[in-house]
């Protein structure tokens, strides 16, 4: 379907597609860039961070840099992320940053509440064919009641972090820390404002340490260190009381090896000044 308006290319939003071809990527790449400059009087920056409901027209862009990355990775290809992640897309959010000069999207997140199905990171800790433990944590309890009461994680506040995706040639790079920032940016923000106590995860080694570089200092679950999980030797099953999130970045922020480069991006989550985000290149675009 094209937008007479536009004329751009418009995807049924209501069956997600991990595939995108590389011309449809940029069709909605473009959709997204023009939308944002319809709804916000909008003032093109380098990058700009979209937040997406699971329903939304252009949501399909950041499902397909979810894969990509995910396929490279682990061999997590469209297909086994439809089945995976089927379950929760009606509980889904995405926050996708896109990057207006290249016309391309650069980084996607995706958060989740409790679904029918549960919280994914806890359903599948409790799967024993998708989640391989080593033999010293074989008195770990993979029941769903257990981990959330020994965590005193509470359901109706809880989100659960389900995916963080930057493609190639981004991550590594100078650019990927503003990325990432811009995206915990928006679910620091989501959760302040929704009054979130906790967040949960399964991140690779990679993901957790660039996390803990911009002081969201997750914990592991159950003491567990890396599992096996969807073709990943190295996940790590984690946990965060969102109250600990603010003492972490304030450390971050005033620690000699690190207050100069983390100070702006740390004080523009913990303060919601967005003008921070602007100056180095981001706007946030709320639709």
């Known amino acids: 379907m094209v937008d007479r308006e536009s004329g751009l290319a418009s995807l049924d939003a209501r069956a997600p597609d991990y595939d995108l071809s590389d011309e449809q990527m940029a069709s909605q790449v473009g959709g997204l860039i023009l939308r944002a400059t319809k709804a916000n009087n909008y003032r093109e920056q380098k990058y700009s961070v979209h937040s997406l409901g699971p329903d939304d027209e252009f949501v399909n862009v950041a499902r397909t840099v979810e894969c990509d990355v995910f396929s490279r990775k682990f061999d997590n290809g469209p297909d086994l992320m439809e089945v995976?992640?089927?379950?929760?897309?009606?509980?889904?959010?995405?926050?996708?940053?896109?990057?207006?000069?290249?016309?391309?999207?650069?980084?996607?997140?995706?958060?989740?509440?409790?679904?029918?199905?549960?919280?994914?990171?806890?359903?599948?800790?409790?799967?024993?064919?998708?989640?391989?433990?080593?033999?010293?944590?074989?008195?770990f309890d993979r029941s769903q009641d257990s981990i959330l009461e020994s965590h005193g994680i509470i359901t109706e506040s809880t989100i659960d972090i389900l995916t963080l995706a930057m493609p190639r040639g981004v991550l590594g790079t100078r650019t990927s820390m503003g990325v990432l920032a811009a995206m915990y940016y928006e679910v620091y923000d989501y959760t302040t404002t929704n009054r979130i106590s906790h967040w949960l995860t399964m991140f690779d080694e990679r993901a957790k340490r660039s996390t803990d570089n911009i002081g969201v200092p997750f914990r592991s679950i159950g003491g567990l260190s890396s599992v096996e999980y969807l073709g990943?030797?190295?996940?790590?099953?984690?946990?965060?009381?969102?109250?600990?999130?603010?003492?972490?970045?304030?450390?971050?922020?005033?620690?000699?090896?690190?207050?100069?480069?983390?100070?702006?991006?740390?004080?523009?989550?913990?303060?919601?000044?967005?003008?921070?985000?602007k100056k180095g290149g981001l706007q946030r675009v709320a639709i």
């Not at 000069?101 to 359903?123: N, P």
């Not at 990943?232 to 207050?259: N, V």
């Open 84 to 139: 995976e992640y089927e379950p929760y897309e009606g509980e889904s959010h995405f926050y996708t940053v896109i990057d207006n000069v290249a016309k391309m999207a650069v980084g996607a997140m995706r958060i989740a509440g409790e679904s029918d199905a549960g919280f994914k990171t806890i359903v599948d800790l409790g799967d024993s064919d998708k989640v391989k433990l080593s033999e010293s944590f074989g008195g």
């Open 232 to 277: 990943s030797s190295g996940t790590l099953p984690l946990w965060l009381p969102t109250a600990d999130i603010e003492p972490s970045m304030q450390d971050k922020k005033e620690h000699p090896k690190t207050r100069s480069l983390f100070k702006g991006m740390i004080d523009g989550m913990l303060m919601g000044n967005t003008g921070l985000i």
